[in-house]
């Protein structure tokens, strides 16, 4: 189980909306809120940042807010490198400023910051649904921490409600899609309008929908024994704290605290 902290919103470093305006129908939090949740999660997340660490960049929403926040830090004379999930991460850096650096002539990262689409308990992830999560888990799977940036409805029981994307060869993809389907999904491709949706790699993503997942280690173990599927979105042991968003200020989960 993960350890949680409750940074209050009126703790410096830690300043979210207060008393945002509620849906009256749902009681989930209005857009503005839930965007104030995501800065808030991510500029605490970049509190962690120190000297000459070489900073993985994540993908998403949550994530460019991170970036945003490096930069500002970097302004301010912190020092770092980088490295970019994506090209709309590096595209993002380059905003901030920030330098981002190669990927393919580095072996390690110090600190990953990324977002997600769903949490659970222990710390295991689904991400994806900015396309990213191959490239993402190399830079997770390469980082000495990994930090999750996410806003309060990202807090799930079980890993599953969401879709789980699969990056896929092209080739491969009524093969792919119908092994998938063996293992109970239903399985749509994902599309950008009118065409189909490509990935930074130029491959093409399934989404799966598994309804809530018994057993995330076999059904991960299971997708990547398919041919053809290049990576799943399926997070199980990268993420070693998340910063959550909330309305009430920003909570830290550890992995394997109680
Ligand atoms: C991209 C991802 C994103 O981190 C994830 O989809 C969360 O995005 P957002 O912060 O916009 O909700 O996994 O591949």
């Known amino acids: ?59 998403g929403t949550t994530a460019n807010f991170a970036i945003v926040a490096l930069g500002e830090r970097v302004a301010a ?10 090209l709309a991460a590096a595209r993002a850096a380059e905003s901030a400023s920030l330098e981002v650096l190669p990927f393919d002539t580095l072996a390690r990262v110090d600190l990953a910051i990324d977002g997600a ?21 190399i830079v997770a799977a390469a980082a000495t921490r990994m930090i999750v940036v996410i806003d309060a409805r990202k807090l ?22 119908d092994r998938i389907e063996h293992l109970g999904a239903s ?37 990547s024994a398919i041919p053809g599927l290049l990576g799943h979105g399926l997070f199980l042991d990268e993420v070693d704290a998340a910063y959550v968003g909330r309305s009430d200020g920003v909570a830290r989960l550890t992995r394997g605290a109680s």
């Open 77 to 86: 004379g912190l020092k770092v490198t980088s490295v970019a999930t994506s």
């Open 117 to 137: 689409d769903e949490l659970d308990p222990q710390l295991r992830a689904i991400k994806g649904r900015g396309g990213a999560m191959l490239r993402e888990k």
């Open 156 to 177: 799930v029981t079980d890993l599953g409600t969401a879709p789980l994307p699969v990056e896929v060869l092209p080739f491969a993809a009524r093969f792919v899609s």
């Open 1 to 59: 189980m993960a350890h949680e902290v409750v940074a209050h919103a009126d703790d410096p470093g830690h300043s979210i909306a207060q008393n945002g305006a509620a849906d009256v129908a749902t009681d989930r939090p209005l857009e503005d809120d839930v965007t104030a949740q995501k800065r808030a999660a991510a500029c605490a997340a970049v509190a962690e940042i120190e000297d000459g660490m070489l900073v993985g960049l994540g993908t």
């Open 187 to 223: 399985v749509s491709l994902r599309m950008a309008d009118d065409t189909l949706y490509r990935t930074d790699q130029d491959n093409i993503i399934l989404d799966c929908r598994f309804g809530p997942i018994d057993d995330p280690q076999a059904l991960a173990s299971a997708l």
